[in-house]
Structure formats: C-alpha cells, structure tokens
C-alpha cells in the first residue's frame, strides 16, 4: 500500500507564508511526479503546481510568482513555499503522486495516489 501525509497548513493573513510538505511511503519503487491540486468550497479541483522526478515543475498561472514548489527523492517528499498568500488562495490543498509501486510480483504504476488534503485559510 501507498500512503501520502501532508501537513504544514493552517491560517495566515494576507500576504503571509506557509509551507506544505507531502511524505510519500509504502511499497514504492519510483515517484514519477509530484504535485499539489486545491479545492475551494463549491469549486472542483484545480491543479497548482506540478514536479517531475528530474526536477521539472509547471505552476497554475494564478500562483506563479508567488508559490514554489520542491522534492526530495531521497525522502519521497514534495514541499509547496507559499508566498504572498492571497484571501482566494484558501482551499483545502491535496497532494498527488504517479508513482510505481510493488504489488506482488509486479510493479504497478499509477497516478490515483492523494493526500488526505490540509486546509489553508488565508484571512483578508
């Protein structure tokens, strides 16, 4: 089984920082790409940013400039630095991986693997 645990949200007022953090673990053999989606009340989710393993990242136009995001391999850890935090910015933000993982005798590779999602609130 695979498991991603996020944590690092939380309230922030207008212009403020956060940093998200998504730990992947289980019968994992390689992470092809990481990246972070949101999803406001009554919205549908949207991607924010996006990382491949070789380091590649592609950003949501409405958060670049502002948010960056990072992995580490080694640790099977993407990051999200959140900067200059808007009040639309709030979401609850979930992490996603396409990763290969052991199954059996088999190597499974998938791109259905979320987070439990974190809530960032970002007061006016």
């Known amino acids: 089984q695979v498991q991603l645990l996020e944590s690092g949200g939380g309230l922030v007022q207008a212009g403020g920082s956060l940093r998200l953090s998504c730990a992947a673990s289980g019968s994992i053999i390689s992470i092809n790409a990481m990246g972070w989606y949101r999803q406001a009340p009554g919205k549908q989710r949207e991607l924010v940013a996006v990382?491949?393993?070789?380091?590649?990242?592609n950003y949501a136009d409405s958060v670049k400039g502002r948010f960056t995001i990072s992995r580490d391999n080694a640790k099977n850890t993407v990051y999200l630095q959140m900067n200059s935090l808007k009040p639309e910015d709030t979401a609850v933000y979930y992490c996603?991986?396409?990763?290969?993982?052991?199954?059996?005798?088999?190597?499974?590779?998938?791109?259905?693997?979320w987070g439990q999602g974190t809530q960032v609130t970002v007061s006016s």
């Open positions: 996603n991986a396409d990763l290969t993982r052991r199954s059996g005798s088999f190597n499974r590779r998938g791109s259905d693997y």
């Open positions: 990382i491949t393993g070789g380091g590649s990242a």
